[in-house]
Every structure is written in structure tokens, then in C-alpha cells.
């Protein structure tokens, strides 16, 4: 069989570095990307990109954990090189703070992160409304200059990238071996799945670049995220809306959330409000399936539904999705061998 030809839809956060992940693995293989939007207009571009893991209901811890890990090995490299500052990426230390002491003190990604700890009584002081805290050093992703580095690499590597809305994934089985499923929250439309639902998050992106720590409150609701340039201030998380129109009373409503725990976030300048449709499932969609239609057949991997952790888990899922392309090349080859016998 001839060099395999992949198409990968999608150009967010999954799709771009699955994507390089195909290409890393299947060198032969020729790779295209095919989205209707680029960086700077995905869901991946308003997320704050902090390595805090999301949990999955219906996926395994330890496999969770795996992707978790393999996501910070990866971008930890990239904190430490060169590229550093180019791919947007950074070592951020701070403090998770919560009202009551939660049940599992010790979150299974805790040995991942760098130096996590309980909180001291003199660092709780800092949080007057609350009682308990765990302090860690973890890795931040400045969304857009990271999803331009990933671009800039399949680019250096001979990836074609084009802008192009996909109806149906079959209408690509003429062109493409093998169909790779990246679309987030598109996917509820593309192939029609009702388990994915939309958690629309608003954040503010402000000026205040005094603020070095990060600052989560356990809820997941509010935080403060600092970046190389902008602080990310969230947040929402609202459970079935489409809607992208930033809600001025929910902006009100996070910025005073924020100061109530960094004070001087008052002073922040130049707020820019951002909204998201996290694109959420019960599991990351993480499989292989073959399309057929009259005599035809496509394979297809999907790999979509990271909710709110793409960020988090974006390396080790693309690195599974690479290695079920992997399996459908080997499929593909086997059938093509048997043909000619
Ligand atoms: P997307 O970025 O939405 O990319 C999907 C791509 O598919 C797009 O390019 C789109 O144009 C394309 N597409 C869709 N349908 C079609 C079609 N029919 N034809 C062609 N192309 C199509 N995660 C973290 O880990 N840490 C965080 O701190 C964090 N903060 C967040 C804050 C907010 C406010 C939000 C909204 C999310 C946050 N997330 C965070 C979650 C993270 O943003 C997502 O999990 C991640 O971006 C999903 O990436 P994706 O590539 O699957 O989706």
C-alpha cells in the first residue's frame, strides 16, 4: 500500500497535536488537517490552559493518570528548552484552596505535579474564608502562541492545513485512508453524538502582571490563572448553553469573585471577556470505527470530549489516538496484501 493518507479534522488543542503525534509515530504517512477554524478562533484559544486535571466519570483513574502524566512529562520539556517562551509554555506555583477540607486529600494526580503539599497555617492566612489548601508547582499552556508552535511544527514537517467545514466524515473517503475525529464540541453535529454536551465557561483575560501565583478555589469555579502576558479570571461553567455572547453580569460576577481572593486584582487593566463551549462526555471518545457505505469502507479514530481538561490530557490522548491509527494502517495493510494474493 502506497503511503497512507490521514486526514485529521479539527485544529484545536486535540487535533493539532494529534496530528503530530501520527506524524512522529508514521513518518510515511501523509497528514492533513482540515477545520473550519484555525487558532485564533477555537474553544482551545479561550481555555486558560493550566495542567489541572479534569476527571472523567466513565474513563479509568489509571488511565486518566497515564494521559495526565504523559501531557506534563512532554510539555515540561518544552518549559525547560528553548522553545519555551515561542510555545507559550511555563512552570506556574500556587495554591488550591477550599472552604472544608474535601474528602481525598490527596487528588490522584498529586505525584505529577511538582512539590505538592498541604498548605501552612501562614500561607492559609492569605485565604481568610478558607480552612484547607494544597500547594504545587504545575505547567501553564498560553493557548494561542502553543496552538501556533503545534501549527508552525506540522507545517516544518510537510502537513497541509486547510480551512474546510467537513458535513459528514464519509465525504472524505475518497480522498483519505483513514479519518481522524479532533472536532470538540463539533462532533455533537458531525457524526450526530447525543452523549457530548456543551459546559459554556466565560473568562476575563486582564492586565496585572504583579500576580505571579495561581489562585484556585476547590470548587473549580473561581480562579486566577497568570500567563506570560494576560491573567486568565474565571469562571462559569453552565451545563447545556450554546450560547457564545459574553453575559456582562456573569463578568461582574467573576471579577468580584476574584478579588475576593487576590485583593489587588482591583488594580487589573484591560479586561478582555472570552467565551468557550467546553465540549463534554462522560469519557473522552478515545476509539476506532469503521464507516461502510455500499462496498466501501473508512476507518475512523475519534478522539473528542476532553470537557473541561483538554489542556491537561492533550498529549497522552493524542498519543493513543496516533497508536489506533497505527492499528487501522496495519488493518488496511493487511486487507490490501490479502487482495493481491
Ligand atoms: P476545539 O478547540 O473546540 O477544537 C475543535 C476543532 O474542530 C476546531 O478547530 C473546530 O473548528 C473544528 N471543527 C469542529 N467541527 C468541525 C467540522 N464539522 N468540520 C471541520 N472542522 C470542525 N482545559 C485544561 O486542561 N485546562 C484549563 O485551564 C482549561 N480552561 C478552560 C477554560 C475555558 C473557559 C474553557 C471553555 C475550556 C477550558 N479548558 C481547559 C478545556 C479545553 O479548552 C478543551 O478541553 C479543549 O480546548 C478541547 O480541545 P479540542 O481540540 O477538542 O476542541
Known amino acids: ?103 481525598e486529600e490527596l487528588p490522584f494526580w498529586s505525584d505529577v505535579v511538582l512539590g505538592f503539599r498541604p498548605m501552612s497555617e501562614a500561607e492559609l492566612q492569605k485565604f481568610p474564608q478558607h480552612r484547607f489548601g494544597q500547594a504545587f508547582t504545575t505547567l501553564k499552556c498560553d493557548c494561542p502562541p502553543y496552538l501556533l508552535w503545534l501549527e508552525k511544527r506540522l507545517k516544518a514537517t510537510g502537513v497541509q492545513m486547510y480551512t474546510r467545514k467537513v458535513a459528514d466524515l464519509w465525504e472524505l473517503h475518497s480522498e483519505y485512508n483513514i479519518v481522524v475525529n479532533c472536532a470538540g464540541i463539533g462532533a455533537h453535529q458531525l457524526v450526530g453524538d447525543e452523549q457530548l454536551f456543551p459546559v459554556r465557561g466565560q473568562v476575563l483575560k486582564v492586565h496585572a502582571p504583579w500576580v505571579k501565583n495561581f489562585i484556585r478555589d476547590g470548587d473549580g469555579l473561581t480562579y486566577i490563572y497568570p500567563g506570560i502576558h494576560r491573567v486568565t479570571l474565571g469562571g462559569t461553567r453552565e451545563k447545556e448553553s450554546w450560547s457564545l455572547s459574553p453575559d456582562p453580569g456573569t463578568t461582574k460576577d467573576i471579577f468580584d469573585r476574584c478579588c475576593s481572593l487576590e485583593p489587588s486584582l482591583q488594580g487589573a487593566q484591560d479586561i478582555k471577556v472570552k467565551v468557550g463551549l467546553r465540549p463534554s462526555r462522560w469519557s473522552v471518545r478515545l476509539q476506532r470505527e469503521v464507516l461502510s457505505q455500499g462496498g466501501f469502507k473508512l476507518p475512523v479514530v475519534h478522539n473528542y470530549g476532553h470537557g473541561a481538561g483538554g489542556f491537561s490530557v492533550h498529549r497522552g490522548t493524542a498519543k493513543e489516538a496516533a497508536r489506533l491509527v497505527g492499528e487501522c494502517i496495519a488493518a488496511l495493510q493487511g486487507s490490501s496484501s490479502r487482495a493481491k494474493l
Request: hydrophobic residues 40%.
Open 1 to 103: 500500500m502506497a503511503a497512507p493518507k490521514v486526514a485529521v479534522v479539527g485544529a484545536g488543542v486535540v487535533g493539532l497535536s494529534t496530528a503530530l503525534c501520527i506524524v512522529e509515530t508514521c513518518p510515511s504517512c501523509s497528514v492533513t488537517v482540515l477545520s473550519d477554524q484555525f487558532s485564533p478562533s477555537t474553544t482551545s484559544d479561550v481555555a486558560a490552559g493550566m495542567l489541572i486535571p479534569h476527571t472523567y466519570p466513565g474513563t479509568p483513574i489509571h488511565v486518566q493518570k497515564q494521559w495526565f502524566k504523559e501531557t506534563f512529562t512532554y510539555l515540561f520539556a518544552i518549559s525547560n528548552s528553548a522553545e519555551a517562551s515561542e510555545a507559550g509554555i511555563h512552570l506556574v506555583s500556587g495554591w488550591q484552596v477550599f472552604k472544608n477540607t474535601p474528602k
